[in-house]
């Protein structure tokens, strides 16, 4: 094996250590038992491994129960915040994939009066820090009375992002002409081509948007926890910094904490494993003529 590529691989190893390190030492921290957190804290494999902190997580077993494993007896209610969040980030994932791709055939075929300006500027837009609107959204969400509604949290997010419509356009740019042209001589409108010829093309682009948007309103913590409030409207990362804050023992529950956490991942796991040879194989169709 050449030099070179001896040391690609050492390094691509390294970088997969460093990445799925703490995610092992989350599942250890989950199924190792409260009582030796601390004196096991040094083993690779725990000692005595347990699911009775996956089991009082899900509420499968009495406060007595959890409190007799070493539970704190603070509660989380996981499946409903599980589909609370299911619910906010399909909302967005679906609706700004959809919103972005209508923008950016637009701005790829589309010829109206200050087009290119429109579009250097939503470019630019990408070099504006996330945190720096934070503040006039709240305003406006408060303004508007949506504060603790789901309307309120995925009002900021849900039509477009500088990055979505830019990497569909990309794609829509390598979309030969010629296919368009046969569908308006077969009658179609520009509605019809987008609809029918446009979209069943770009199924892989789309699947791409799609799934890094969802996995980002997956994660999302400061916005809904800003504005989603109640109970009614809380998603599981905010439901996690609750249930840790909420601890009535002098130290965290960490083993209920990360058994919490290990299932807030699954979904976004199964959902990568699904999707992600789209995700990959639709990375070779930006930016090609």
Known sequence: ??????????????FLVVTIVPFYWMIRTAITPAADIYADSAGVVPK?????????????VDERAARDAGGSGAKINFLRYTLNSVVYSGIIAVVQTFC?????????????PGRDLLFGAL???????????LLPNFALVRGLDLIDTFAGMVAPSLLMTPFAVFFLRQFFLSVPREVEEAAVIDGAGR?????????????????????TTAVWAWKDFLWPLLVGRGEDNRVLTVALGVFLQQSPNTQPDW????????????????????LGKRLVQSLNFTGIK
Do not use: D, E, K, Q
């Not at 070179?4 to 390094?11: P, T, Y």
């Not at 699911?51 to 009082?56: G, Q, T």
């Not at 055939?105 to 109206?112: E, P, V």
């Not at 069943?200 to 791409?208: A, D, K, V």
């Open 255 to 274: 083993t209920g904490l990360m058994a919490a956490s290990t299932l807030s991942v699954l979904p976004v796991l199964l959902l990568l494993i699904f």
């Open 1 to 14: 094996m050449r030099p070179g590529r001896l040391l690609a691989w050492i390094v691509l190893v390294a």
């Open 123 to 133: 470019v630019a837009a990408l070099m504006v820090p996330p945190i720096f609107t």
């Open 100 to 112: 972005c791709a209508m923008a950016g055939y637009a701005f790829a075929r589309l010829r109206f």
């Open 191 to 211: 509605w019809g081509v987008f609809w029918r010829v446009i979209l069943p093309m770009s199924r892989g682009p789309l699947i791409t948007i799609a799934l």
């Open 48 to 60: 005595h491994p347990t699911m009775i902190n996956f089991w009082r997580v899900l509420g499968l």
